[in-house]
């Protein structure tokens, strides 16, 4: 049958096998009204969980494959809560993190409802079983499928430390969106050319490495709202070329053009960035920066007056000891564990998870050390140094000879 499968009366069923559309849904929130996994800003695939259940049978079994990130994302807490209540989970396994489906760019999860009579006892918070005997604890909050080692770890050092959120005294941010860097980005002969104060070193996610960064080699216009065009004659003139190309989107555009040639809509003018530019990004202090997909530990110090752009988070620190830790092998296996998984064995460090990050309270004695060190390494690139830097780093967390073979 062809139909609107969240609108169409399917009748009921004693099985619902199936791989649900994976496409994002904000257009149909009104559609959705009465669901109880609706969120508004969840992947479409939600919501197939929660028709299996409508339509199964008392007795009924489902079977879904699909994205593995309701497990931890906000927009799945609400499913998770469903779920949760109907106590209709028997296992999860998340293929992500086995060797299947290596060319296809997704991470998808196997998730399987039991029937009734076998369902998890207990009220709304359950204990179910995945794949090997691993134990997932159910309720809103994230499902993170661990093996008991990793896990016991986790949970003794997220017992015994407070979290990155918790230490920061500010809020980390990404780096600069231009809307067109075709206009914005120059190289180092436009930028002797132009000759002005907003012209800035520019750093890419891709130009990063761990401690430190290279020298830039492109430049950014740090154009950002509010800037009189007046005062700046020669960047005016500069981006005066790609005008087109810079002019923001109507938001009540009703051209009926299938692109429009400038930028997406939004309050700002047509020479000015396409987002306004945060404290961190424009700072003119040093900070610690990370890349937005890792495929291993990649913090750096960067100094004053440099500019991130949207592929960098921001830290509002310049703390050595943090640097050390953020480039450590405990950090490395952390981000495995908790981090969503990107290509070939990257991660995602995103702001909810990277706060959550256990984060070690060293005494003077040691902060003092482990900043020498990195001061050191700062200024050379010894291996010697990072094996001395990272085994500091496990002594301040307390891990013990066991626990330190699961980072391996």
């Not at 959705?32 to 929660?50: C, I, K, P, R």
């Not at 691993?134 to 093996?147: A, K, S």
């Not at 706060?355 to 060293?362: N, S, V």
Request: hydrophobic share 40%; charged share 25%; aromatic share 8%.
């Amino acid at each position: 049958v062809v139909a609107d499968a969240l609108t169409h009366d399917w009748g009921q069923f004693d099985i619902v096998v199936g791989n649900p559309p994976y496409v994002r849904q904000e257009q149909l929130e009104a559609k959705l009204a009465g669901w109880q996994t609706a969120t508004g800003v969840a992947d479409l695939y939600v919501y197939f969980f929660e028709l299996a259940h409508r339509i199964l049978r008392p007795g009924g079994r489902y079977c879904v494959i699909t994205p593995n990130k309701w497990l931890t994302v906000e927009y799945g807490r609400a499913l998770r809560g469903f779920l949760s209540q109907q106590r209709s989970v028997e296992g999860v396994v998340d293929v992500a993190r086995l060797p299947v489906f290596a060319d296809a760019d997704a991470f998808p999860c196997i998730t399987w409802l039991p029937p009734s009579g076998h369902r998890a006892k207990g009220g709304d918070v359950a204990t179910a079983l995945a794949a090997g005997g691993v134990e997932i604890t159910l309720g809103g909050d994230p499902w993170n499928i661990d093996d008991p080692a990793a896990r016991a770890l986790i949970e003794r050092l997220e017992a015994r430390w407070p979290t990155l959120g918790d230490v920061l005294s500010g809020k980390p941010a990404r780096g600069v969106v231009t809307g067109c860097n075709r206009a914005f980005v120059v190289d180092a002969a436009i930028r002797a050319r132009l000759d002005d104060a907003l012209v800035r070193p520019f750093l890419k996610g891709r130009d990063m490495r761990r401690w430190t960064c290279a020298e830039p080699t492109r430049f950014v216009l740090l154009v950002d709202r509010g800037t009189d065009l007046d005062q700046h004659v020669s960047v005016g003139a500069h981006l005066a070329q790609f005008r087109d190309e810079l002019e923001p989107e109507p938001v009540d555009h009703r051209r009926g053009l299938t692109r429009w040639p400038g930028r997406k809509p939004g309050n700002y003018r047509w020479w000015e960035l396409q987002d306004p530019v945060g404290t961190l990004a424009a700072s003119d202090q040093p900070r610690l920066v990370y890349q937005d997909i890792q495929t291993g530990p990649a913090c750096a110090l960067i100094p004053g007056g440099v500019v991130p752009d949207t592929t960098v988070w921001i830290l509002p620190s310049s703390d050595r000891y943090l640097l050390a830790v953020l480039n450590s092998s405990f950090y490395a296996w952390y981000a495995q564990q908790r981090f969503p998984p990107a290509l070939n064995g990257s991660v995602r460090p995103k702001l909810a998870y990277m706060r959550q990050l256990p984060l070690a309270t060293p005494s003077p004695a040691a902060r003092a050390a482990i900043e020498r060190l990195v001061e050191d390494r700062l200024s050379r690139d010894e291996p010697e140094l990072d094996r001395a830097i990272d085994l500091a780093v496990l002594d301040v967390y307390e891990l013990t000879a066991g626990e330190r073979t699961l980072l391996r």
